[in-house]
Structures are given as structure tokens and as C-alpha cells.
């Protein structure tokens, strides 16, 4: 069964010891933009909010709390950025009205209506979710396209941020009716973890970027759904939406039967007028506790027995002209370690996301060699120098830090900081 080996190829929890190191870079020829986007009625931050730079393929999105670092080449200054979110009105606003920092930027949900006859196209909802996957090569990517893209990995205890994973990557990634599987190239990252807080357990997801590339599913439609698998899904239309003033078809699926190994639940979102994917977000059926015991399991002690709380996945796609491309993708997993002997039980969580903030379409002279491409089984490793450096990433998009990872990256800061003083005493006194 593929959707096996699609957990056990990159949602697979490893326990063993994380290594760590870094590197830094700036570039200054880019003017910086923040702020947050919230709900206009409700003044609710809103998550995964796309703010694009018009006419271009610069972009960001807002983190958990709503908040956005957008950064514009200074030759893009008189563009307007692009606002939008799944269900809400999009806004275009002329960088010129924004400040550098402390926007508020307001979306207002959009009233959606479709005629009877969009929603009656289809004899149900399972023969508009055939024809997406069957036409995808017509409606979402059929070339070459060679990405940039912030990449985050946070893992939890409870509540607290043990270890983080930054990095800009670069993505070849090839047609959707390619054989070829992208590749992808690490440009620039960092890494650092709390090993006090891990206890005597460490966790770390085996893939890095590619658990998150894997989750286009226009590309990688085996691991989710093929037309063997469809069958044993149902699916029903809910009601419609609205992404960048389009009207979306709202679907939702649920495993029918025990035929599936692993199944899901969750929402499609199609455009209307293309029929191409918009948007997916599903969660793993963990049900079945003796099922799923282990499942997300690499490599483990014989002593430690690991219980799958939580899996959710999402994606979201982006249009460019009559295309469709991969825009965003995220996954969260929620586990409890329990290990013999120790009283208690531990819950950890881990959450993996990339943001394409560029891209080339076609572009002959872009490739990726051989010796630099990123194994699909990578666990990144890089330098810790980097979190000293205010300006590590330069001129490159990112999702802006929630409060808890810059939390996080302050007390690594200070570690750094404390660290060099002890050497320059140590030199002083004449220590090697």
C-alpha cells in the first residue's frame, strides 16, 4: 500500500540524537514590511493569510498569530501587494500606503452563492474529485518551475520549543505528469535544540523539506488518493467558498470502510471555473489506537512505545495566469512517548511547513546537480552561529516567528553571547 509508505517515508518520528551547526549571509537591497492581518468584524488573527507582490511571484504568509514579514526588492516599490485567504474578499494595497512596520491589515468574509446549475454539474461529489485528479495536468502545473522557499521544523514538549529547524531551500520541481520527482537544494539554514528538554528522548523528522513537498498531492496524488483508493472514500459537497474573488466548490471526504489501511478526513476546495485544487486540508483517522500505535515510528528503543495523537496535513496552491502552482503545505504531528520504568508519560509535537516565496517558470539554465540535491531521507543539519545574526537571512521571504520561536531564538542568542564572553575571559587568563 503506498499511503504506508508515504508515512514511512516522511512523516517518520525518529528517535536518536540531533546534530547541529550554521552559516550566514546578508543582503541589503530590499525594503522590509510587517505587521498582521485579522478579521475585520471579529478582529480575529488570521493564519496562512498569502500576501503577494503584484505582476511578480514574491510572496509570504502570516504565522499563527497572524503576523507578516514581507520583504520587496526596491525596484518592486511602487507594486501593490495582493491579499488573500480562503473564504475572505481579497484586498490590493499599494505598498505606498503601508508603513515599515505595525500594519493592520483587515479581511472581511465573503458571501458566497453559487447557481444551481455549478452545483449540479456533477451527479455528486465523488465524480468532480475523479475529474480534478484526471485533469490536473491540464489545470495545474505542466513545466518546469524552479522555486524558493522558507522552510520551518519546530518540535514541542508540551507547551516549549526543544528544537527548530530554519532553512531556504530551492525546489526544481518538475511537471505534474513527470516521472521525475523534484529535487530540491538547501541554500541557507540553521538549527539549534534544547537537549535538557529531551530528556533522554530526542525527536526529529526524517525528511526535512520533503515532508512537506510530498503533500502535493497534484504531484503525489498516490498518497492520498488513486482511483483505487477513491471508491472507498465518501464524499459530499458542503457549502461554497471564495478564494481571490473565485468561487470555490467545498468537498468533504471521510473513509466509508476498513478497506483503506490508513484513511482520512477532510475539505477539497476547487475552483469553479477551472476545476483545478485550490486547497486541501485533512487529518489523519487515528481511531483505531492499536492501529496506528508506533505508525509514525522510524527507528525507536524497544523500551519506548510511541501513540499517534494527532496528524493533520494542509496545501494550498496559487494561481498564475490559466495555471495552478504549489504555494504552501504543512503538517502537524501530536504523539505521546511512553517509556518503561518512568511514571509518566511524555507528549511531544512536531509541525513542519514551507512558503514558496519565488519562482522561474522554464527557466533552461536553473538545475539542481547531482551532489547538491537533498536525499528525500535528509535530516537537515547546519551551523548555530546563525541565530547571533539579526540579518541571517537577508533579503530572502520567511514566515515571521511566532512569539514562542522568538522566545526560542533570544534564549539561543543570549547562550551565544554568554558563550563568547566565557572565551574571552578564558583568553584573558591565559587559557588555551
Given at each position: 500500500m503506498?499511503?504506508?509508505?508515504?508515512?514511512?517515508?516522511f512523516?517518520?518520528v525518529?528517535?536518536a540524537v540531533?546534530?547541529?551547526n550554521?552559516t550566514?549571509?546578508?543582503?541589503?537591497?530590499?525594503t522590509?514590511y510587517?505587521?498582521k492581518?485579522?478579521?475585520?468584524k471579529?478582529?480575529?488573527?488570521?493564519?496562512?493569510?498569502?500576501?503577494n507582490?503584484?505582476?511578480?511571484?514574491i510572496?509570504t504568509?502570516t504565522?499563527s498569530?497572524?503576523?507578516?514579514l514581507?520583504?520587496?526588492?526596491?525596484?518592486?516599490?511602487d507594486?501593490k501587494v495582493?491579499v488573500?485567504?480562503?473564504?475572505?474578499?481579497t484586498?490590493?494595497i499599494p505598498?505606498?500606503?503601508?508603513?515599515?512596520?505595525?500594519n493592520?491589515?483587515?479581511?472581511?468574509q465573503?458571501?458566497?452563492?453559487?447557481?444551481?446549475?455549478?452545483?449540479?454539474a456533477?451527479?455528486?461529489?465523488?465524480?468532480l474529485?475523479r475529474?480534478v485528479?484526471?485533469?490536473?495536468?491540464?489545470s495545474?502545473?505542466?513545466e518546469?518551475v524552479?522555486m524558493t522557499?522558507?522552510?520551518?521544523?519546530?518540535?514541542?514538549?508540551?507547551?516549549?520549543?526543544?528544537s527548530?529547524?530554519e532553512?531556504v531551500?530551492n525546489?526544481?520541481?518538475?511537471p505534474?505528469?513527470?516521472?521525475?520527482?523534484?529535487?530540491?537544494?538547501?541554500n541557507k539554514a540553521?538549527?539549534?535544540?534544547?537537549?535538557?528538554r529531551?530528556d533522554?528522548?530526542?525527536?526529529?523528522?526524517?525528511?526535512?523539506?520533503?515532508s512537506?513537498i510530498?503533500?502535493?498531492?497534484?504531484k503525489?496524488p498516490?498518497?492520498i488518493?488513486?482511483?483505487e483508493?477513491?471508491?472507498n472514500?465518501?464524499?459530499s459537497?458542503?457549502?461554497?467558498?471564495?478564494?481571490n474573488?473565485?468561487?470555490?466548490?467545498v468537498?468533504?471526504?471521510?473513509?466509508k470502510?476498513?478497506?483503506?489501511?490508513?484513511g482520512?478526513n477532510?475539505?477539497l476546495?476547487?475552483?469553479?471555473?477551472?476545476?483545478?485544487?485550490?486547497?486541501?486540508?485533512?487529518?489523519?483517522?487515528?481511531?483505531?489506537?492499536?492501529?496506528?500505535?508506533?505508525?509514525?515510528?522510524?527507528?525507536k528503543?524497544?523500551?519506548?512505545?510511541?501513540?499517534?495523537?494527532?496528524?493533520s496535513?494542509?496545501?494550498?496552491?496559487?494561481?498564475?495566469g490559466?495555471?495552478w502552482?504549489?504555494?504552501?503545505?504543512?503538517?502537524y504531528l501530536?504523539?505521546?512517548?511512553?517509556?518503561?520504568r518512568?511514571?509518566f508519560n511524555?507528549v511531544y509535537s512536531?509541525?513542519?511547513?514551507?512558503?514558496?516565496?519565488?519562482?522561474e517558470i522554464?527557466?533552461?539554465d536553473?538545475k539542481?546537480?547531482?551532489k547538491?540535491?537533498?536525499?528525500?531521507?535528509v535530516i537537515?543539519?547546519?551551523?548555530?552561529?546563525g541565530?547571533s545574526?539579526?540579518?541571517f537571512?537577508?533579503?530572502y521571504?520567511?514566515i515571521?516567528p511566532?512569539?514562542?520561536i522568538?522566545?526560542a531564538i533570544?534564549?539561543?542568542?543570549?547562550n551565544?553571547?554568554k558563550?563568547?564572553q566565557?572565551?574571552?575571559?578564558?583568553?584573558?587568563?591565559g587559557?588555551?
Open positions: 503506498k499511503t504506508l509508505n508515504f508515512f514511512k517515508s512523516t517518520n525518529l528517535i540531533l546534530l547541529v550554521f550566514l549571509n546578508a543582503q541589503e537591497s530590499f522590509e510587517s505587521g492581518v485579522v478579521d475585520g471579529s478582529n480575529k488573527i488570521l493564519e496562512a493569510v498569502n500576501l507582490i503584484n505582476e511578480t511571484n510572496s504568509i504565522n498569530e497572524g503576523e507578516f514581507l520583504k520587496v526588492p526596491n525596484d518592486f516599490l507594486s495582493v488573500t485567504l480562503l473564504g475572505y474578499n484586498r490590493v505598498l505606498s500606503e503601508l508603513s515599515k512596520e505595525n493592520v491589515i483587515e479581511l472581511y465573503a458571501v458566497t452563492e453559487l447557481a444551481a446549475v455549478n452545483l449540479t456533477f451527479k455528486d461529489a465523488e465524480s474529485v475529474k485528479f484526471k485533469s490536473k495536468n491540464e495545474h502545473q505542466n518546469s524552479y522557499a522558507f522552510y520551518r521544523e519546530t518540535i514541542k514538549r508540551r507547551n516549549r520549543n526543544v527548530l529547524t532553512a531551500v525546489v526544481m520541481k518538475y505534474n505528469n513527470s516521472s521525475v520527482p523534484d529535487a530540491i537544494k538547501l540553521r538549527k539549534s535544540t534544547d537537549y535538557k529531551l533522554t528522548v530526542s525527536v526529529k523528522l526524517q525528511g526535512g523539506p520533503f512537506t510530498y503533500l502535493d498531492i497534484m503525489y498516490e498518497y488518493f488513486t482511483d483508493t477513491i471508491p472514500y465518501s464524499f459537497f458542503a457549502s461554497p467558498s471564495t478564494i474573488n473565485r468561487s470555490v466548490y468537498v468533504n471526504f471521510t473513509p470502510n476498513e478497506a483503506l489501511n490508513y482520512y477532510g475539505q476546495f476547487v475552483d469553479v471555473e477551472s476545476l483545478a485544487l485550490v486547497s486541501a486540508d485533512y487529518t489523519l483517522d487515528l481511531s483505531n489506537k492499536n492501529k496506528s500505535k508506533n505508525l509514525l515510528v522510524k527507528k528503543p524497544s523500551s519506548v512505545v510511541v501513540y499517534p495523537l494527532e496528524a496535513y494542509k496545501v494550498d496552491y496559487k494561481q498564475k490559466d495555471k502552482y504549489y504555494s504552501y503545505s504543512n503538517l501530536r504523539f505521546k512517548v511512553n517509556k518503561k518512568q511514571w511524555k512536531l509541525s513542519s511547513e514551507m512558503a514558496v516565496t519565488d519562482w522554464n527557466i533552461s536553473r539542481i546537480r547531482n547538491e540535491k537533498l536525499r528525500p531521507s537537515i543539519t547546519d551551523a548555530i552561529s541565530f545574526d539579526p540579518d537571512w537577508g533579503e521571504n520567511l515571521e511566532d512569539k514562542s522568538e522566545s533570544e534564549k539561543i542568542k543570549k551565544i553571547e558563550q563568547k566565557r572565551e574571552k575571559r578564558e583568553t584573558a587568563n587559557k588555551p
